[in-house]
């Protein structure tokens, strides 16, 4: 004779994480580190079937970007993704400001992908590619001549990588006389700031002399490019020139080899500079001027032949459409983190594509941000190839810990996605984070209960 169990003793025995539309978030976390590259503040989102979604901050931003979501998520079911993101969206904005609602978004991703037991990249309409192209960033730190440089990115390339990029600008030249012009004394005192905003020994100024020197710090570095007055001479063109072909002399022409950092120099000295490096056949040049000036944008594309290449500040799809429509860019290089999360990313991606431009992805940031950018590179059929920016880093790798993840994510130039459910985490490496945290914030995961019950009149009509 079968034995006949109770419907309420049979769901003993069922691991009740595996009903989804009884999921709710029921508290948001944060742990801050350094180092990996940069600072980054990690995501939890909890749940009550315990199920954790991970996410992270924009490198560089502020966790209050985040924080302030939560009183507007707390009983919401996160596999409720767009409906979410729609709610949330309005309290983001461009670059970090983007960080909150993009971090956020991922978690909700992550903890759907959990629930219903499958990767995010099957839930944006499965895979184009297994391998995940990443493309090996390298500053100019060390690495004063182009021969340098091209040793330090052939050694990239005998690691596996692909697709190379390094900083060219005149941050390179600005101590060589007679390669910059700009308003007599301009030069010199942004150097004098950054050395005194930067300076170790502090301790005999007062807290309003150390605000005047931030505060002028902030000033400066905060011209855009147009209105800067610094301009490169013939000598200054010859010498970033002589920089690139150095590189090329070392690492061969065939590798692609983008180039980022060029400095505050306005629309015309860009197109100057990039006719003298055109010739180098390389794959992009990045964020040359701000990317709010479309129009200069598109002047800058018909005058180069080099590809051009922004994005990583921009918030939300229609915010790349003018500079699609206009011509402006060969190539989208959007920031999971800043514009707007996975299923924004993958929209502009195939926006990208319909009007015949690639997307690269920008990624600077941990291992969260990492695979959650590899899932969208993998669903976006234009996609180009992911940066990567933390080869020297040891302990990057270890933050995450994943049963079906492999020891080392980036192998060989590249990330071979599994078929781990959300992000393929499934926990924070809590040891490590200790190793790293942000010496000004510390703390593992403390508690956010006073954000808890944050309220305001959000609709924005009448």
């Not at 300076?199 to 000033?219: C, F, P, W």
């Not at 100057?272 to 390389?282: P, S, T, V």
Request: overall charge negative; some cysteine.
């Amino acid at each position: 004779m079968v034995n006949k169990e109770t419907y309420e003793q049979t769901l003993a025995h069922v691991r009740t994480a595996s009903n989804p539309s009884e999921l709710r978030i029921t508290d948001i976390r944060f742990t801050d580190i350094v180092g990996g590259p940069f600072h980054s503040s990690l995501i939890k989102v909890y749940t009550n079937q315990g199920l954790v979604g991970f996410g992270e901050v924009r490198d560089g931003a502020d966790k209050v970007y985040a924080l302030m979501l939560k009183s507007r998520l707390l009983g919401e079911n996160p596999c409720n993704i767009d409906k979410l993101f729609r709610r949330i969206k309005q309290f983001g904005g461009h670059a970090r400001q983007g960080g909150g609602v993009s971090g956020i978004e991922l978690a909700l991703w992550d903890l759907a992908g959990k629930a219903y037991g499958v990767p995010i990249y099957q839930m944006l309409g499965g895979k184009f590619r297994d391998r995940i192209r990443m493309y090996c960033d390298t500053d100019v730190d060390g690495k004063d001549t182009g021969k340098a440089m091209g040793e330090a990115l052939k050694k990239r390339m005998e690691a596996g990588f692909t697709f190379l990029k390094m900083d060219l600008g005149i941050g390179q030249i600005i101590d060589e006389p007679g390669t910059l012009s700009a308003p007599l004394g301009f030069l010199e005192e942004m150097r004098e700031i950054s050395k005194r905003r930067y300076a170790r020994n502090t301790g005999s100024l007062t807290e309003q002399e150390l605000r005047e020197i931030k505060n002028r710090h902030y000033d400066i570095n905060n011209i855009p490019h147009p209105f800067t007055g610094i301009h490169i001479t013939e000598k200054g063109l010859d010498l970033l020139e002589q920089y690139v072909a150095e590189v090329r002399s070392v690492i061969g022409t065939q590798v692609p080899l983008a180039i980022d950092h060029f400095g505050h120099i306005g629309l015309e000295d860009c197109i100057k500079l990039g006719r003298r490096i055109d010739k180098y056949n390389l794959a992009w040049m990045e964020d040359m001027i701000p990317w709010q000036y479309t129009d200069q944008y598109a002047r800058l594309s018909r005058a180069v032949t080099t590809p051009i290449c922004t994005g990583e500040d921009i918030y939300l799809k229609e915010n790349f459409k003018p500079l699609l429509e206009a011509g402006g860019v060969s190539v989208v290089h959007p920031d999971i983190l800043t514009s707007g999360g996975i299923l924004e990313t993958k929209k502009i991606g195939d926006m990208a594509q319909d009007y015949g431009v690639a997307m690269a992805i920008h990624m600077a940031e941990s291992p969260i941000a990492c695979l959650a950018a590899a899932h969208v590179a993998a669903a976006t059929e234009n996609f180009l190839a992911l940066e990567y920016h933390s080869c020297e880093v040891d302990w990057w790798d270890d933050i995450v810990i994943g049963s079906r993840l492999p020891e080392k994510l980036v192998q060989n130039g590249f990330i071979t996605l599994t078929d781990a459910p959300g992000l393929g985490i499934d926990d924070l490496n809590d040891e490590v984070l200790a190793e790293h945290l942000h010496p000004e914030i510390g703390g593992l995961w403390e508690a956010t209960d006073q954000w808890n019950h944050h309220y305001s009149n959000d609709r924005q009509w009448s």
